[in-house]
């Protein structure tokens, strides 16, 4: 066994891949349908770090990880983040904001009855709240705080933090999933009859295609895109019109006219919209007759189309092309005018069939090109996000903060993210590349704070261990209790819904796979996406000003 230290002592890249390839076999194992995941990489790197003290990675190891990291969770939350305050998602991001601050003023509470250093009830924050990037956040305010003070400080405090995430977070996983399955017990709350009953009240949200007749007066001899502007939300678009005998693509300037059969592509509620708008649903249905029009799923890859709205596409005329449905990531929607095409994409296209190869290349449709990443804008966000870090930002208490490379290129990648593109310059990334760069940067970050952490496991355990256990458990409670009642008793939200928001703002999908084990609804992954964004920002913030506020150097 001392061989094996020795050699992992001697050489860093054999002991970083060492730590992250067992994390990675740990994390697979499951004990009663639980396991840690890609966070068993930063128990794996304590537990070496413990038993060693001379394995421990180097800072620049988990500061790139920390930057990649952080930066590809800004450009894929972008859209989300800032779409996630609009409508229907505004009070339930107000509770999830409030919630997470409540929980960090109990966690202030904890700190001075219990007499906890702030950089580990920050830590504890992190780890009861199962968020890493905040945890990031938290070792690098650490770092910065106490670089000025004595030799070895800042080492210690970071570690303190990392050591009390990793007390806390296994309560915040399943703690959170028993609070879950009592309150469900408590509140006799039966998923199976709710979803029924939910798909009774409301039509599922299905992407259906309607035929309608045009018979309402107040549409004769105008455009469709003068009609469309009409409505901010149509939740439909229009792909194929017939009129008399000949059957065309349906496009902005196309005119209607009394008795014309147009198809209707959107959810129900979109569907009834158009009915109400175009007069009749007609028992003909243009799909299904033999014509001179197609479709075909197509990857978007083209650079010139990414990060433009389907307005603004300027695809030429005489293509005759509609875009009727957009696959992103693992769901499907129907695009607006205003809907900002992503590399990656996967749209439904009607158009004339001998029109398809070129609107094919138009979009791109190349495996190989929605794979590569362009590592131009990747830099010049990075940087950008680097510079944004580096700002001091004042505190009430006089004293100021720096968002640190945790903090700068998470608000510079949400920011780019939602942009999608500047002049020539296209900011996001492939899905599949931005997962990949999120993972890398991941595991880089846990094995490099988790082999420094180990060092002052055994001492930090000595000294509090089960007094910084009861505190996380505590701060989970509160936080998830309470999400719940506000949820249940005055959003009046359906039970899978609010589920489904605690697993969002739990920023965990431990919890969230748990909730879909429970029920056949989507309700969970709508309500999860809907908060995650927001939840992940709040808890960096909160965790970098607890740490502001609390540590004492």
């Known amino acids: 066994m001392q061989t094996i230290f020795d050699l992992l002592a001697e050489n860093q890249l054999l002991l970083l891949f060492t730590v992250i390839g067992l994390g990675f076999l740990v994390g697979n194992i499951k004990l009663f349908g639980f396991s840690f995941g890609v966070a068993a990489v930063l128990f794996v790197g304590i537990g070496l770090g413990a038993l060693d003290g001379r394995l421990s990675l180097p800072d620049h190891i988990y500061i790139i990880g920390l930057v990649l990291f952080v930066y590809a969770i800004g450009l894929q939350s972008g859209p989300g983040f800032f779409a996630s305050f609009q409508r229907r998602g505004l009070r339930a991001n107000l509770v999830a904001v409030l919630a ?20 580990s009830i920050a830590g504890l924050f992190c780890g009861a709240l199962t968020n890493t990037p905040a945890l990031a956040a938290t070792v690098e305010t650490t770092r910065q705080i106490a670089q000025t003070a004595a030799a070895g400080t800042a080492e210690a405090q970071a570690s303190n933090a990392v050591i009390a995430y990793g007390l806390a977070y296994p309560f915040g996983v399943l703690g959170v999933i028993l609070w879950l399955y009592l309150f469900t017990k408590f509140s006799r709350t039966d998923l199976a009859q709710e979803e029924a009953r939910r798909m009774q009240e409301t039509s599922a949200d299905l992407i259906l295609s309607r035929t309608f007749r045009v018979i309402n007066p107040a549409v004769f001899g105008k455009t469709v895109g003068e009609i469309l502007s009409l409505l901010p939300q149509p939740k439909f678009v229009l792909s194929r019109i017939k009129h008399d005998d000949r059957i065309d693509i349906v496009a902005p300037d196309t005119i209607l006219a009394e008795n014309d059969q147009i ?22 249905h243009i799909a299904e007759q033999p014509g001179n029009f197609t479709y075909r799923r197509i990857f978007v890859s083209n650079k010139s189309v990414v990060g433009k709205t389907i307005r603004e596409l300027q695809l030429p005329k005489s293509l005759q092309a509609t875009v009727t449905r957009l696959r992103r990531g693992e769901v499907d929607f129907v695009p607006s005018p205003d809907t900002v095409l992503e590399t990656g994409d996967r749209i439904r296209v009607v158009t004339r069939r001998e029109n398809l190869e070129r609107v094919t290349e138009a979009f791109g449709d190349s495996m190989k090109a929605i794979s590569e990443t362009d590592f131009l804008s990747l830099s010049l966000g990075i940087v950008l996000g680097v510079f944004a870090g580096m700002i001091p930002l004042p505190l009430p208490s006089g004293m100021s903060f720096k968002l640190g490379f945790a903090g700068g290129p998470l608000i510079a990648g949400l920011i780019l993210g939602r942009l999608q593109r500047t002049g020539q310059i296209h ?3 492939p899905y599949s590349a931005n997962l990949v760069l999120r993972q890398l940067g991941l595991v880089f970050f846990l094995a490099g704070i ?89 808890k960096i913030l909160l965790a970098q000003l607890l740490v502001s506020a609390l540590m004492q150097v």
């Open 100 to 119: 997470l601050v409540a929980g960090a003023i109990v966690a202030v509470v904890l700190s001075k009855v219990l007499h906890i250093s702030g950089a």
């Open 263 to 284: 198809v209707a592509v959107g959810d129900r509620t979109g569907l009834e919209t158009a009915r109400i708008l175009l007069g009749q649903e007609s028992p003909e």
């Open 427 to 429: 900011w996001g990334l």
């Open 450 to 538: 988790g082999t420094k952490a180990g060092q002052g496991f055994g001492s930090t355990l000595e000294a509090g261990g089960l007094k910084l256990l009861l505190a996380g458990a505590g701060i989970t409670t509160f936080v998830t209790l309470s999400t719940l009642t506000i949820g249940y008793k005055y959003l009046k939200l359906p039970m899978a819904a609010i589920m489904g928001m605690m697993s969002g703002m739990q920023t965990q999908p431990a919890c969230l796979a748990y909730v879909n084990q429970q029920t056949a609804s989507e309700l969970p992954n709508v309500w999860y996406a809907t908060v995650y964004p927001a939840a992940t920002v709040t």
